[in-house]
Nanobody, 121 residues
Framework: QVQLVESGGGLVQAGGSLRLSCVAS????????MGWYRQAPGKQRELVAL???????NYADSVKGRFTISRDNAKNTWYLQMNSLKSEDTAVYYC???????????????WGQGTQVTVSS
């Protein structure tokens, strides 16, 4: 079994910063792509940022230049540094990863439980 646990959400004023963290634990052989998604009320879940096992990153246009995704392979942890936050960034943020477990034939996609980020204007 593999679990993803997020932390770091909260309430912040517009223009402020937050850093989200996601830790993967359990029977982990290898982590592949790691990412962050968000879902605002009444909207579909959307990709915010992604980092591959090779270190390549991809961002939604709406967060480019403001958010930074990073990973610490030794700790099975990845982060989302969010700067210059806007009210439209308010959403539940979910971490996501492709993980191979020991003895498994291939990777499985896992989700965290979600953490609320609220940006007040």
């Amino acid at each position: 079994q593999v679990q993803l646990v997020e932390s770091g959400g909260g309430l912040v004023q517009a223009g402020g910063s937050l850093r989200l963290s996601c830790v993967a634990s359990g029977s982990i052989f290898s982590l592949y792509a790691m990412g962050w998604y968000r879902q605002a009320p009444g909207k579909q879940r959307e990709l915010v940022a992604l980092v591959t096992s090779a270190g390549s990153t991809n961002y939604a246009d709406s967060v480019k230049g403001r958010f930074t995704i990073s990973r610490d392979n030794a700790k099975n942890t990845w982060y989302l540094q969010m700067n210059s936050l806007k009210s439209e960034d308010t959403a539940v943020y979910y971490c996501n990863a492709e993980i191979s477990s020991w003895g498994a034939s291939g990777p499985t996609n896992y989700w965290g439980q979600g953490t609320q980020v609220t940006v007040s204007s």
